[in-house]
């Protein structure tokens, strides 16, 4: 974590619990149409909707990647 001179922490994307669409897409190296629509139809439960903005629990995300893997 490092603090920035306007007073805004900065935490590395490994390290949050939720992330929105365009870093969960570079972080998973997904493209963005395909993280939308998996976010849309939130099969895993890992999707929040807050206002008109898509959220990913990157935590659960990641659950749901490892079993559809799986399978």
């Given amino acids: 974590m490092k603090e920035q001179q306007t007073g805004t922490i900065d935490i ?3 390290e949050r619990f ?5 870093e969960a897409s ?7 149409k395909k993280m939308r629509r998996m ?3 939130n099969e895993g439960g890992f999707t929040l909707f807050l206002g008109n903005r898509y ?7 990641e659950e749901y990647l490892l079993k559809v ?3």
Avoid: T, V, W
């Fill in 55 to 61: 959220i990913i629990c990157r935590p659960k995300f």
């Fill in 26 to 32: 570079a972080y998973f190296h997904i493209g963005i």
């Fill in 69 to 71: 893997m799986a399978n």
């Fill in 12 to 14: 590395p994307l490994q």
């Fill in 18 to 22: 939720m992330i929105s669409l365009k």
């Fill in 39 to 41: 976010a849309e139809d």
